[in-house]
């Protein structure tokens, strides 16, 4: 039996989203700008699909802009922000445990001109709304900091954050990457005090190529491409109706049973967790007060991080050394909360879904001994 434990790199797509998907690429395959009967059947299940997001984000619709994942979002705020502002205001201040897609055109724009801050964590994992709070000044057009951390779990005081932020200088733009967050802990988009959210549609049981942003009423920077005009001019390019179409039915799929989701997660969390501290050679690195019960992040004393995960794979066991993303490397994220380089080398991420058992868990444990005892022998 294949045991899913890596669902903060992607997530199995639910049916519904696999049906919606199917019925636009079968039946209702025309183009949302053509002014017939079938490009009106398009646009309307793009329009049932903003609904859905939209709702999920407690937002009007007019808010959702579709977009081709977290990526490309992530890409058109920041740039747009600078394209917009840069050349009154120079400063941006970010976490340093941001994803790459927020951290690498940062350090784009630092490298031509710009000037970027970046708020290290606690040794928690969590970001000191306090640190972040003080780094900002008159000159900063735009503040970005993560709901969620992709690597440990760790819950970011946002709302503190862009409140106080919003409070001192209405004109900074806010932006919160909340892709770990969405659909699994409850997001209010004007609770928050985000200009922008931005999220993802594979990590909630959609399909990959798919995400959407949410720009706050009033609210305008420029697009990042120009084309047809689609999505409001902010994201041109033929919508993919296929899996905008799949992101909302997963949206909607998914929304009524969030909570208890959630309390399912908070119980295989706990009890991973309990099993975990009885393993003398694990040192658990998700050590947040405010922490998602999806993610858990460990180290296993004196292995690394590949050896191990590819161990548990041949026992079809399927986890992440930190972020996928990163493909192996080290981790910026364990480094900048003071974790020593051995123990960020041998870090284990198992991210859970609404769907883990705790079966599963016990599997993992046992392969986890079985792996330690075996491949510490032939170190
Ligand atoms: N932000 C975070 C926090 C993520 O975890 C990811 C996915 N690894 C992304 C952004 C990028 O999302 P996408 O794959 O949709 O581009």
Redesign the pocket.
């Known amino acids: 039996m294949k045991i899913y434990l890596d669902n903060?790199?992607t997530t199995r797509p639910c049916e519904p989203a696999i049906s919606a998907c199917f019925a636009c690429m079968a039946e209702n395959y025309g183009n949302p700008s053509s002014l017939h009967r079938m490009g009106l059947d398009a646009e309307n299940a793009v329009t049932e699909a903003r609904k859905a997001i939209a709702a999920a984000l407690v937002c009007d619709p007019e808010c959702i802009t579709f977009t081709s994942?977290?990526?490309?979002c992530?890409n058109t705020i920041i740039f747009g922000a600078a394209e917009k502002m840069g050349k009154r205001k120079k400063k941006i201040v970010i976490s340093s445990i941001e994803?790459p897609?927020v951290a690498k055109p940062a350090k784009y724009l630092e490298e031509h001109g710009f000037e970027v801050v970046r708020i290290d964590p606690m040794r928690n994992g969590e970001i000191s709304a306090e640190d972040f709070i003080s780094a900002v000044d008159g000159n900063t057009f735009l503040v970005s900091c993560?709901l969620v951390n992709?690597e440990t779990g760790a819950i970011n005081p946002v709302r503190k954050i862009f409140s106080a932020v919003k409070r001192a200088y209405p004109d900074c733009f806010t932006h919160c990457?909340a892709?770990?967050g969405f659909l699994k802990l409850p997001i209010k988009a004007s609770d928050l005090c985000a200009d922008f959210i931005?999220v993802?549609a594979?990590?909630v049981h959609a399909l990959?190529g798919v995400?959407a942003m949410y720009t706050k009423k009033g609210v305008k920077i420029p697009p990042l491409m120009y084309g047809g005009g689609q999505e409001k001019s902010m994201r041109s390019g033929t919508e993919s109706v296929p899996l905008i179409s799949a992101f909302g039915a997963a949206a909607r799929a998914l929304m009524p049973t969030m909570n208890s989701a959630y309390e399912n997660a908070e119980a295989i969390n706990e009890y991973l967790n309990s099993k975990l501290k009885k393993l003398p050679f694990v040192t658990i690195n998700s050590t947040a007060e405010n922490k998602s019960p999806f993610i858990t992040n460990f180290s296993v004393e004196g292995i690394r991080s590949e050896i191990m995960l590819h161990f548990l794979e041949s026992r079809d066991i399927y986890v992440s050394s930190g972020?996928?993303?990163s493909k192996g490397a080290h981790s910026s994220v364990l480094t900048a909360m003071g974790i020593s380089d051995r123990l960020a080398d041998s870090a284990i991420r198992v991210s859970i879904s609404r769907i883990t058992e705790k079966q599963e868990i016990d599997a993992l444990i046992e392969a986890l001994e079985e792996g330690h005892s075996s491949l510490a022998k032939t170190r």
């Open positions: 903060a790199a994942g977290a990526t490309e992530n994803h897609s993560m992709n990457d892709v770990q931005t993802s594979h990590k990959k995400g972020s996928a993303c």
